[in-house]
């Protein structure tokens, strides 16, 4: 079962980690960089159904994302 | 070529156009390749007349399978043939992965000590071809016609008709039952109105067997985005006789006219290998690969085998290696019909077991394609994390796909299969609808378990399980079954074997009194803790197609 209760500490200093992750990269880095790290963190986890669960919540709600500027 | 000159067969004017009536025969096979050859050599081995055609008059001509899996080297000796095609083989266990200018991992295919023969062996496909037909030659069962084109199939209810063009002219001939192994375009599937669904990968590759003296090891070497082919794959695979298969991935926008000729292949080829290794092209072509198969494998009298029946891309060796298993599926049950002890509704049991076989090849072939071939940058972006993180982490090594390489399916769903009691509690992989694992014994028919499973049903007993009575009684049954015992005071009628190493009761998860049932495709079709022959004979009739599923649940 996927657990979306908050569960990362200090979760400002995580979220800056993440961002400055992609400092000084271009888009492809980026893809790259984001990609191994969806692999590490599957392979961690290791629980197939938690790992489709989390696929399905990444899946939900795209039609709500902002086209373009000015739609936030 | 330099290192093969193909044979060519005789044209034999057919008696059928000197006059006379049309023959009738059990069953004609349509296709002398690796397919059509191993159904004449396993029907010729039941007793059964049978008659190929070929529309050619020669072995395959290119480069195409190489790689034999254990299996299609079991069943080949089953079939009187696996040694002089190992003889002529190569063999190897090691493949590398490489990622740009490193190796990324590697892997060894050879499996735990005591199995007769290895994973793989390396021959190209018309070696194996011709060894099949000197094979062929040996069994005055089987009749082979070279140059006798089929250009019509006519199915009625009691028989099929086949029509045959020869350099003579036409005849027809007819048959209980036709194997249809025409090959991936089946001139015949197209006769018979059926069709083949799938897809077609974007991509094209170079495929070329080229000749050369090198040290370079028999390992399989696959290259992604290699310095000498960039944004790439590659392939360096040994052969028999010095010969090489070289794959160079070239994308869907190149020209095979172009990239055919030696101009353009030579540079490729120094730059893999360097400028110092001298070698010749014996073969060079490009190729585009796709995944497809029929509905149904079972189409009334005629019965599809290999690429006309399932075609899938060669990453991971499952062509030839699958359209083998389809023979080895489907001889035993052709002689039963024919004999008249199995229904032919037990030929739909082909369709479902070999049906459920390509599925799974197909999915695996598809995603190795897919790994080596990405569509869109996503894909192609987890590809090569994939890639990058193989070299410090070993988790990412297992995602790197070059290709699965080819393992028989076990038939787990078989409506063939009895399944396990409740408390019989078996471990380790010989669940009922498993192909024989091979173990070292000692025994009147040599070292190893597989040569005592042979053509018809073998019950293996651990111990004196089964009395005499009951061993006599199955060998008289219209089906009979062998009783191979492993180890204990021998019994009247039984074959005895002894488990020299320990692995054969330890691959079957044994002890004393246990019983495995196989089919005569060396497949388990039941077990047991005890020996019961009214549940023995229960599980043959199920696997013969005898009784109807919904009976097994009462065992």
């Not at chain 1, 979306?4 to 979760?11: G, K, M, Q, R, V």
């Not at chain 2, 190992?86 to 190796?103: A, I, L, M, S």
């Not at chain 2, 009922?432 to 009147?444: E, Q, R």
Request: contains cysteine; negative net charge.
């Amino acid at each position: 079962m996927l657990n979306t209760e908050p569960n990362i500490p200090a979760p400002d200093d995580f979220y800056q980690d993440l961002i400055e992750l992609h400092r000084d990269l271009t888009d492809e880095q980026s893809a790259l960089i984001n990609a191994k790290l969806i692999l590490l963190l599957a392979n961690h986890i290791g629980d197939s159904a938690v790992l489709r669960d989390a696929m399905r919540a990444a899946r939900e709600d795209m039609t709500r994302l902002p086209r373009g500027e000015g739609q936030g | 070529m330099k290192t093969y000159t193909s044979p060519v067969y005789p044209y034999v004017r057919p008696a059928e156009l000197s006059g006379g009536a049309t023959r009738h025969w059990p069953v004609i096979v349509a296709g002398a390749g690796p397919v059509g050859l191993t159904a004449a050599i396993d029907l010729a081995q039941r007793g059964i007349d049978v008659l190929v055609l070929d529309d050619d008059n020669t072995v395959s001509v290119g480069s195409r399978a190489i790689c034999w899996s254990k299996r299609a080297l079991e069943i080949l000796d089953r079939l009187g043939c696996g040694e002089r095609i190992v003889q002529k083989g190569v063999k190897w266990n090691v493949g590398r992965v490489f990622f740009r200018d490193e190796q990324v991992f590697d892997f060894n295919l050879s499996p735990d000590a005591g199995h007769r023969r290895p994973a793989f062996i390396n021959l190209q496909q018309y070696w194996v071809e011709q060894l099949l037909v000197e094979r062929v030659g040996e069994l005055s069962q089987a009749e082979l016609r070279w140059r006798n084109k089929v250009v019509g199939v006519a199915p009625q209810a009691d028989r099929i008709v086949v029509r045959v063009s020869t350099p003579d002219g036409d005849y027809a001939v007819q048959a209980d039952w036709l194997i249809v192994a025409d090959g991936a375009r089946s001139p015949i599937r197209g006769m018979l109105g059926l069709e083949s669904e799938g897809e077609v990968f974007h991509d094209r590759f170079l495929i070329a067997d080229i000749y050369m003296t090198s040290d370079f090891p028999p390992e399989r070497w696959f290259w992604f985005d290699p310095p000498f082919h960039r944004n790439q794959s590659a392939l360096l695979h040994r052969q028999a006789d010095h010969v090489w298969r070289v794959d160079f991935q070239l994308g869907w926008d190149a020209d095979p006219e172009e990239e055919k000729k030696p101009e353009r292949i030579l540079p490729r080829l120094k730059a893999m290998l360097g400028d110092k290794v001298e070698f010749e092209i014996e073969w060079a072509s490009v190729y585009t690969f796709q995944c497809r198969r029929m509905l149904s494998f079972r189409h009334g009298r005629a019965l599809f085998a290999g690429d006309a029946a399932h075609l899938v891309s060669p990453f991971g060796a499952r062509g030839a290696n699958s359209g083998i298993q389809d023979i080895d599926n489907l001889a035993w049950k052709l002689e039963l019909v024919l004999e008249d002890l199995a229904p032919q509704t037990l030929l739909d049991s082909y369709d479902v077991e070999r049906a459920f076989a390509a599925d799974e090849n197909i999915l695996a072939t598809t995603r190795s394609t897919e790994f080596i071939t990405p569509k869109g940058k996503a894909s192609r972006t987890f590809r090569d994390a994939v890639l990058m993180l193989a070299k410090r982490h070993p988790f990412a090594r297992r995602l790197v796909n070059s290709g699965r390489l080819s393992v028989p399916a076990i038939l787990r769903d078989s409506p063939l299969n009895t399944a396990d009691a409740a408390g019989a509690a078996f471990g380790g992989a010989m669940a009922p609808g498993t192909p024989a694992a091979d173990a070292p014994v000692t025994g009147p028919r040599g070292d190893w378990l597989l040569a005592y499973l042979e053509d018809g049903f073998t019950l293996l007993a651990f111990g004196a399980e089964v009395p005499a009575d009951a061993v006599a009684s199955l060998a008289r049954d219209a089906i009979p079954v062998t009783v191979v015992q492993v180890g204990g005071p021998p019994t009247a009628g039984a074959r005895r074997i002894e488990d020299r190493e320990g692995m054969l009761a330890t691959r079957y998860d044994a002890r004393a009194g246990t019983c495995y049932l196989f089919r005569p495709d060396q497949h388990v079709c039941a077990r047991w803790r005890a020996f019961d022959l009214a549940r023995l004979r229960a599980a043959l009739a199920l696997a013969t197609g005898q009784i109807a599923i919904v009976q097994k649940a009462a065992a």
